[in-house]
């Protein structure tokens, strides 16, 4: 049996693949702070993992938890491009220098297989779609920053160091267990749980801004194929090479709902992206890999999920 560390593992998209990978009856580790993760989300499955609760930065920590593993699913991370634009030093020191820390330590530890979470903020604002793996980074924020360099030396210790190491750029995933409470709560969960309330949801900018969103369970699918058919060193697009404007999406959770709102208009935040879709056939080439949920499929199961878990974030501070 595999011995699977999950860094991150309380967060939104480490959960859900925690979930999944004992249901494949692997022995799985997390790590994580629960800076953002959350105890509820582990509820019923505590007996079957073993917790290393703590920073991704503290080395004897990882030195620990990394003993013995045979594949990381890197999650952890300060993952919000305005909160990073608040924060930029606390951003880059989790989010990079975490990496980098658990890159040297699993090189150390005689890990096979870092599979890393990068983002489609990478590309930032640059003319091209869909984007595509060649082109050159072009970050707006220092969260997007730092995912750019910790795929750097995601190619430098895939290559130099006795780790190998496979980087996905995420392209904005949503699903159940993603936190709808914080102020930097993403979009999806901001508005399926303004749309259940019966509030109105704000929109920042026109709402003809676009992402090419993916359901969780295909980027649980992604770590999956990364980590068995990725090659060494890679960095892919997890994508569907579609685009949803935020207007479209809200439409379609008030449809799902079936409900009939406007939504609050605010001022564009600094940092975001205009536009973005990515290009997975490079990943589908490589890998096999294809999304099996349209955007419209992955928002009814997240609207069932939120509705059966309409108390789950009450409990929350
Ligand atoms: N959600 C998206 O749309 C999206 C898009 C692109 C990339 N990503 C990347 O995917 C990964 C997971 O994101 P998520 O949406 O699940 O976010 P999340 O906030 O739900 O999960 C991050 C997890 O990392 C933990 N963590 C943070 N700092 C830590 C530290 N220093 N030490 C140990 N644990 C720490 C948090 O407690 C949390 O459990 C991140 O790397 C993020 O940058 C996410």
């Not at 060649?134 to 895939?158: D, N, Q, R």
């Not at 914080?182 to 259940?196: C, D, E, G």
Request: charged share 25%; glycine share 8%.
């Amino acid at each position: 049996m595999q011995t699977i560390c999950i860094t991150g593992g309380a967060g939104f998209i480490g959960v859900n693949l925690v979930r999944k990978l004992l249901d494949n009856r692997a022995k799985i580790r997390i790590i994580d702070d629960f800076s953002t993760g959350r105890e509820i989300n582990l509820q019923g499955i505590e007996g079957q993992v073993e917790l290393y609760r703590g920073d991704l930065r503290d080395t004897d920590l990882l030195k620990e938890a990394l003993q013995g593993v045979d594949v990381v699913y890197h999650q952890a991370a300060m993952p919000s491009v305005p909160r990073s634009m608040e924060a930029p030093l606390k951003t880059t020191d989790i989010t990079l220098m975490g990496t980098v820390n658990l890159f040297n330590q699993a090189a150390e530890s005689g890990v096979q297989r870092v599979v890393y979470a990068s983002s489609s903020s990478i590309y930032g604002n640059q003319p091209g779609f869909p984007r595509t793996e060649e082109m050159y980074p072009a970050p707006e924020s220092p969260y997007a920053a730092s995912k750019a360099a910790c795929e750097l030396f995601g190619k430098v210790f895939g290559t130099n160091f006795p780790v190998e190491t496979v980087g996905l750029r995420y392209f904005n995933v949503f699903g159940p267990y993603q936190d709808p409470t914080s102020n930097y709560a993403a979009v999806v969960p901001n508005f399926i749980t303004a749309v259940l309330a019966g509030e109105s949801p704000v929109i920042y900018g026109d709402g003809e801004q676009s992402r090419d969103f993916t359901y969780v369970q295909d980027v649980v699918k992604a770590n999956i194929y990364a980590a068995e058919k990725g090659q060494n060193g890679r960095v892919y697009n997890v994508a569907r090479r579609d685009q949803t404007t935020i207007n479209q999406l809200l439409e379609m959770v008030c449809k799902t709902v079936g409900a009939d709102l406007e939504a609050k208009f605010e001022e564009a935040r600094p940092g975001d992206v205009r536009c973005s879709y990515g290009d997975d056939r490079l990943f589908n080439k490589e890998t096999g890999f294809t999304a099996d949920y349209s955007v419209a499929r992955g928002v009814r199961e997240t609207v069932e999920w939120y509705r059966e878990n309409l108390d789950y974030w009450d409990c929350l501070e």
